[in-house]
Nanobody, 125 residues
Framework: QVQLVESGGGLVQAGGSLRLSCAAS????????MGWFRQAPGKEREIVAA????????YYADSVKGRFTISRVNAKNTVYLQMDSLKPEDTAVYYC??????????????????WGQGTLVTVSS
């Protein structure tokens, strides 16, 4: 079956770094746009970053621009999120997502085709 499995979350101090990974299976990975979303307690899920099938088009939320980098390796069916200069407000459950459309990823997240189970990132002050 189609599956996205995130890893790499954890506890880090403010200013630190983490790298999240998302391994995909059961789908033709190179035909999907991929994205990272996050949801903090009591808040709506929001997009963090996304990229198209070959990675030459990327999108970042304003809150993470210059600090986070999304990338993918199609040969490994994996997408990454490098998070640097982390802030306490980055604390959330981070979800990997897959959809045929990068536009859907950006503007209609409720319609995204595939979601991972999430990984918790906690940034302490």
């Amino acid at each position: 079956q189609v599956q996205l499995v995130e890893s790499g979350g954890g506890l880090v101090q403010a200013g630190g770094s983490l790298r999240l990974s998302c391994a995909a299976s059961g789908l033709t990975f190179s035909t999907y746009a991929m994205g990272w979303f996050r949801q903090a307690p009591g808040k709506e899920r929001e997009i963090v970053a996304a990229l198209n099938w070959n990675g030459d088009i990327t999108y970042y939320a304003d809150s993470v621009k210059g600090r986070f980098t999304i990338s993918r390796v199609n040969a490994k069916n994996t997408v990454y999120l490098q998070m640097d200069s982390l802030k306490p407000e980055d604390t959330a459950v981070y979800y990997c997502a897959a959809d045929k459309s990068l536009v859907t990823m950006k503007v209609r997240y409720r319609d995204v085709e595939v979601w991972g189970q999430g990984t918790l990132v906690t940034v302490s002050s």
